[in-house]
């Protein structure tokens, strides 16, 4: 049996589907230390519940409770964000880690995230933020202006929300974004795409560009190992790539007998091809034991390399392999001659290639840029200047 089927056997699937709050309303003394600031996206039942309209799972709060992610909470008659302001940590990583490899590429991007998850993913790989039940990791302030201010001192080209996903923070995210942009910082989201359809206009009109994850192209691994449902982020990645502006990557984490067959990846190929387009660049990233899911391994760089050849011959033209070492998986080709346009080890940038026309030539533009700016990027002046011969 494989490990996705054995996983739903054991999960029963017969049992209804779990898309109600995890925990139980709260005593009065608890319901006082809900604090935050009013989130948008809801409405009062006439039962007196009210459901979070922020994403799929719609939790119908009573008083006191919180929904699945956490960190929204009911207090009285409003539904409160109580990670509003306060960080997990910031990172400087280059954008390449998001991944993002057509967006900015070679710069660095201020990276943070809160805590709490809409997800409930038995593979995370981020456990100790998108779990975390306490807010003790949490830093006490980080305002919007100083982040934006941060971003500057640092270079960054971009502020990424990441490490758990942007969606459950919407009002702190789009806070800070907007005046990000007004001060020609771009905004990257790192997320499920698990966003209702009231609410993704806003979130998305705060960003520049996107990491998508789309975990799985089976309902049943949705509902088994992230208890969620596959259908809304479809259409999520269908509205992003249709109805916004925002540059929009793809990751797949592939788990060895939970979502790498074959025919699995052909057809999710098949659908980012025929859906999105050709052009949508594609991560096929390693999974790691990790949280619940310690007894798989972790997937082999030969199934990565299987699963961007099925990708490539179902019509993408962008796809990369990640969390491996693979310079040949993880470099940029012009689709139309095959020539390496931009070439990668992890995130590490360590050739330019020298073709001066083609469909990729505004990347290679940007890329050229910015070496010329700072030719460490490439191990230094000489490396650069070869370039540019
Ligand atoms: S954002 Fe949180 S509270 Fe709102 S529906 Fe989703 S999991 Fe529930």
Redesign the pocket.
Known sequence: MKILEALLFVENPARPFHLE?MNKPQSAPLREAIAGVP?R??ERLADGRI?????????K?HDGQ????????RRGDE?LLTTYGRSSGFCIDPIEKKPLNHFLPGTPALSFGTA?C?LACKFCQNWDISKARSFDRLQSEASSDAIVRAARATGSRAIAYTYNDP??FLEYAVDVARPARERGVKNVAVTAG?I?EKAREEFFSAMDAANIDLKAFTDGFYRALCSAELGPVLDTLEYVKRETKVWLEITTLLIPGCNDAPSEIAALSEWVASRLGPDVPLHFSAFHPDWKMHAVPATPRATLTRAREIAKSAGLRYVYTGNVHDEAGQSTYCHACGERVIGRNWYEITSLGARRQGPLLKLRRAMRRRVRREPWLMGGAADANRVWR
Request: charged residues 15%.
């Open positions: 709050p989130g996206y809801w459901p979070c309209d922020l994403c799929p799972r719609y939790c709060l919180r929904g699945l992610c956490f960190v929204r909470a539904i709490g809409n969606v459950i698990y209702s």
